[in-house]
């Protein structure tokens, strides 16, 4: 198992590494049989005084999985505390799951789920922004999955939105968190289908809305 410790405006001294050491082996000792990499990315405030913000971000590459999470506090040691208990249990959650698929496809059962109707203005009231400048630049595998497959990661990688390659279709599908509650999924779409899709449909999760998005 690789573990790889970075910093940004802090220098990483023998006393932190030492310590995020002892605090992510203890977080992944029951799970290490199915890790690869582990990538620990600590940060501190430009400026302390203004915010006081300390961040510990985990990413751990799982067969092909990444799990994530973040914790920030006021104490950096604090913040590695809590994000190395919250990658312990998003890898319980992620080794249950694993469990239960293989429960399932042992006993050949499967359950039809609805496809939810299609909004036709995903952005009505919201004003899209931009950030001024790319900040940070990441770079992961994208082999295909389903909508449910992709569901089960958005819930492992503490974000709001997961990019994903649909194993139906072979596009790049998001799957997000609806502020309402909920899912949707954003599809790309031809320009000049009238607003249908040029791709069947596939089973989703009940709660998983598709809108689709048209390409120029």
Not at 165 to 188: C, K, L, M, S, W
């Amino acid at each position: 198992m690789k573990l790889v410790i970075q910093g940004k405006n802090i220098e990483i001294t023998e006393a932190i590494h030492d310590y995020v050491l002892q605090k992510i082996e203890k977080a992944v000792s029951h799970f290490q049989a199915l890790i690869t990499e582990i990538d620990v990315h600590l940060s501190v405030a430009r400026n302390p005084r203004i915010n006081p913000k300390q961040t510990a971000e985990v990413t751990v590459y799982a067969n092909g999985t990444v799990i994530r999470a973040e914790e920030s506090s006021e104490n950096l040691y604090a913040s590695i505390d809590l994000v190395a208990d919250k990658i312990a249990r998003q890898l319980r959650k992620y080794k249950e799951k694993r469990h239960d698929r293989k429960v399932q496809a042992q006993a050949k059962t499967g359950t039809a789920v609805a496809e939810q109707p299609v909004v036709a203005d995903l952005l009505a009231g919201k004003a899209p922004s931009l950030p001024e400048e790319v900040v940070r630049t990441k770079y992961f595998a994208m082999p295909p999955m389903t909508v449910q497959e992709a569901l089960e990661q958005l819930e492992l990688v503490d974000h709001d939105f997961y990019m994903f390659r649909n194993a139906e279709t072979d596009e790049i599908n998001v799957i997000y968190e609806r502020n309402h509650g909920g899912y949707g999924v954003i599809q790309p779409r031809q320009g000049n289908d009238n607003g249908r899709s040029s791709r069947p449909s596939q089973d989703v999760h009940p709660q998983v809305e598709k809108h689709p998005i048209a390409r120029s």
